[in-house]
Every structure is written in C-alpha cells, then in structure tokens.
C-alpha cells in the first residue's frame, strides 16, 4: 500500500500539507507503517507539466490520498484510478497519516469537493 500526501517542500514526515491537492509542489509517499518512501515534484498540468495530478501518483504506485482538499474532477479521476481519496483538516505530513490509520479522517465524497 501505498499513500500520497500533497506537500510543498520536501521535509517528509514533518513536512506541512498544502492546501490544494493538484496545486502543490510535491507529493510525498509514505507505507502503512509511515515509512517514508519518496518524495516527487508535483509535474502535472497544475504545476505547468503533462498528466493530472491523480495521474501523477497513481503513476508512482499510489492507492491512497491524504489531503486537505480537492475538487470534484480530481475524486472523480481518483475513483476512476482506484485511489481511495481521504480529506482531513490536518497540518503536517504526520498528522493527517495518523488520523488515517485511527479511522478518524472521512472518505472524499461528492459533498467535500471544492468548488
């Protein structure tokens, strides 16, 4: 399993989580145990690259995103993708994985898309 957290720097676990999903810089991959795995440059069309940003992770193996917020056309490409989508009003990397692995963060649906 694999997670992806949208991030802007490329601190790792201690890192702060941007505030937009698609707009970040980097996206930082953590396992189930938190396990840091990598970190990448966000390169989507967002950020002025090719692909979008659910493309992005699930290229480099994600199932899972932790993030504060996305919009409608991201969750619909991450069902689609198979990423399982989770939205948390958390401040660091480790946080929002912690509230993750206690059942404490809710599944994105429809009504928690921005606009």
């Known amino acids: 399993?694999?997670?992806a957290i949208p991030t802007n720097n490329?601190?790792?676990i201690n890192d702060k989580i941007a505030e937009h999903f698609g707009r970040c810089l980097t996206y930082t991959f953590l396992n189930e145990k938190r396990e840091l795995l990598e970190i990448i440059d966000n390169t989507s069309e967002d950020r002025g690259g090719k692909g979008l940003p659910?493309?992005?992770i699930?290229?480099?193996g994600a199932d899972i995103l932790l993030c504060k917020d996305l919009g409608p056309k991201a969750l619909n490409l991450c069902k689609e993708l198979g990423i399982e989508a989770y939205?948390?009003?958390a401040k660091t990397v480790r946080e929002i994985f912690e509230m993750w692995k206690n059942n404490k963060i809710k599944k994105a649906g429809v009504e928690d898309v921005c606009g």
């Open 1 to 3: 399993m694999k997670i």
């Open 10 to 12: 490329k601190k790792g």
């Open 54 to 56: 659910p493309e992005l």
């Open 58 to 60: 699930k290229k480099h």
């Open 87 to 89: 939205i948390g009003q």
